[in-house]
């Protein structure tokens, strides 16, 4: 009797033969994969997975304006008057296509500014997903307000109901202090 009896032989080829076939195809698809990710740059494979959320500040002598997202597909537009200390926030109906909601706060008590001294304001948005004061509903924007001659520092919410908003009505009231601040431990003295 045969060490190897051939319908075997030819069974335990094919599957060799099979098998050896199988890796070569897996290598194959691998080492493409491998090929188009190199060529890819480190920016694109970034920008492949995530998703960017950007907001905008700008500032001149007498007024400074930021936009933030309030809430699911809605942004609202935050200007800060110097002369009067009026922070605002416009949110843009998305339906309608214009300004429906208002929410308003001035600043100068929270950041201490002086009567009659005209004040350094700068003023950026963030995101925070919290529950406003007494468990009341926020927006997904934070806005934040410096007084350069105080050093002082206020942080505010939008007040926010998602059920009005699904149902398009206007929402207007006081923007809500989250929280106040000193950046500076020191006074300047002019």
């Known amino acids: ?77 935050f200007l800060l008057d110097f002369l009067t200390g009026d922070l605002q926030c416009w949110v843009i109906n998305p339906r309608a296509g214009r300004f429906t909601n208002m929410f308003k706060y001035n600043v100068i008590a929270d950041l201490g500014v002086e009567q009659g ?22 927006g997904r924007s934070l806005v934040y307000v410096a007084d350069g001659n105080t050093g002082n520092v206020g942080c505010y919410a939008v007040p926010w109901n998602r059920q009005l908003a699904a149902n398009m009505s206007v929402q207007m009231g006081a923007l809500q202090p989250v929280a106040v601040g000193k950046a500076r431990a020191v006074a300047i003295q002019e």
């Not at 001294?117 to 509903?137: E, N, W």
Request: charged share 20%.
């Open 1 to 77: 009797m045969p060490l190897f009896d051939r319908p075997k032989l030819r069974t335990i080829a094919a599957f060799g033969a099979g098998l050896a076939l199988g890796l070569a195809v897996a290598a194959g698809v691998m080492i493409g994969q491998m090929q188009s990710a190199s060529e890819m740059t480190l920016a694109e494979r970034f920008l492949e997975e995530t998703e960017l959320h950007a907001t905008g500040a700008s500032g001149g002598k007498s007024l400074a304006i930021a936009t933030g997202v309030i809430d699911e597909g809605t942004e609202g537009v």
């Open 117 to 138: 001294k005209t004040p350094d304001y700068v003023m950026t948005t963030g995101v925070a997903d919290f529950r406003g004061p007494a468990g009341s509903a926020v």
